[in-house]
């Protein structure tokens, strides 16, 4: 599918404003994140659910459980004085550090599919056997000082209801001055039958890292790229990529995982954008056709229900994926279903009487960005996302 570009892009913008408070941020030596509650989260395309990563450090997997990360022999908790950042500033691939002592701890995590699909190049790029995945977690513990030390580190997963603590993995090892340990955690989002999860010990992290790395890359790199003096704006916008295709749920627009987790068509329409601009074609034609199933019998499109912001975006969300694909077959097909939208739009303006202050515009209805919800009231925003 050709791209093509009619104005300054919305990436290319966001890029640009990210390079302006960059040049000294970029400087630091520490690891260093933009944000003070930050959150991170590592899982795969499509994928129903991703798990996230809180600011301190914690997991959060399926159903309510917490998978933690205590150090030391007193089993102190990561938390947000350890800085998450990523693989190459932008891969799905968390990397933070921990000390105890003498003992450095350096953490990855990353997810991957179950090992038991039987095509896993292909569950990379869609839950082609359920949404499950596989969280990756190894620690490599490093005795910094100048004599013996002991690397103490555990995982446990924490149960919502009762507070149920079970362990998923411990090391306890002493080290030389100089010495290393190592250690793998293999944690599905979703529990599994325990013979199952003991198959699973066999996988070699290295090869699923490397695969992991290996997918990210031939994906996102593949498409359009706008680079910036400052790497970590430019960093930033493929991170921005990644985050975007992991909280799709089965080609459907999403906010973001566990946040924000819901398909809003207002806003999807600058995702979809995002997607068309960065040349994720696929994606970005999943994400459309889900456009196309919100619309009412009377025409409106509605996902945020009886809403009227998201009838005019999605009009406009249509409009701009023809411009930007080129795609005239496309544009012929779905022209009646715009049309409709348009439709429903005018006959609704006409509503109020020719003398009433309100005609013109659109019914009363409500509205969740401004705490309205008892449907009297007329919103201003809703006559302009329609009029656009």
């Known amino acids: 599918m050709s791209i093509h570009y009619t104005r300054c892009s919305t990436v290319a913008v966001l890029a640009m404003l990210a390079n ?3 040049p000294q941020l970029s400087l630091a030596a520490e690891p260093f994140d933009y944000f003070s509650n930050s959150w991170s989260v590592i899982g795969l395309k499509d994928y129903k659910d991703g798990t996230r990563i809180t600011p301190d450090n914690r997991l959060l997997l399926s159903d309510g459980r917490e998978l933690r990360i205590r150090i030391g022999q007193g089993k102190h908790r990561l938390g947000r004085q350890q800085t998450k950042t990523l693989m190459d500033g932008w891969l799905p691939v968390v990397l933070l550090t921990a000390h105890d002592g003498s003992i450095r701890f350096e953490i990855t995590m990353w997810a991957t599919p179950l090992p038991t699909v039987r095509d896993w190049q292909k569950a990379f790029d869609w839950p082609t056997e359920g949404d499950n995945y596989l969280n990756w977690i190894t620690v490599k513990a490093t005795n910094t000082g100048q004599s013996t030390a002991t690397a103490n580190l555990d995982a446990v997963i924490v149960q919502p209801v009762n507070s149920r603590i079970t362990s998923v993995g411990k090391l306890s090892q002493d080290l ?4 290393t340990a190592g250690m793998v955690l293999r944690v599905p989002f979703e529990p599994l039958e325990t013979t199952i999860a003991v198959d699973f010990e066999k996988e070699d992290p290295a090869l699923w890292l490397e695969r992991t790395v290996k997918y990210w890359r031939g994906l996102v790199l593949s498409a359009g790229r706008i680079t910036v003096p400052c790497e970590k704006s430019t960093q930033a916008l493929l991170a921005a990529h990644v985050c975007q295709l992991i909280a799709n749920d089965h080609g459907q627009l ?4 566990g946040f924000y987790d ?10 979809v954008m995002e997607l068309e601009e960065a040349g994720l074609a696929d994606t970005a034609a999943k994400a459309i056709r889900h456009y196309l199933a919100t619309q009412r019998p009377d025409g409106r499109f509605e996902t945020q229900k009886g809403q009227f912001d998201a009838n005019g975006q999605a009009v406009w969300a249509l409009w701009q994926y ?4 080129g795609n005239r077959a496309w544009l012929a097909e779905v022209y009646p279903q715009m049309k409709r939208a348009v439709d429903w739009t005018m006959q609704a303006r006409r509503q109020a009487p020719a003398g009433s202050p309100f005609a013109g515009v659109l019914p009363e209805a409500i509205a969740d960005g401004e705490y309205l919800w008892d449907g009297t009231h007329h919103i201003v925003g809703y006559d302009f996302w329609n009029l656009r």
């Open 254 to 257: 999403r906010g973001g995982e």
């Open 20 to 22: 302006l408070i960059c």
């Open 322 to 325: 023809y411009k930007i694909t």
């Open 176 to 179: 030389k001055a100089g010495g």
């Open 262 to 271: 819901e398909f809003y068509i207002r806003d999807g329409a600058y995702q």
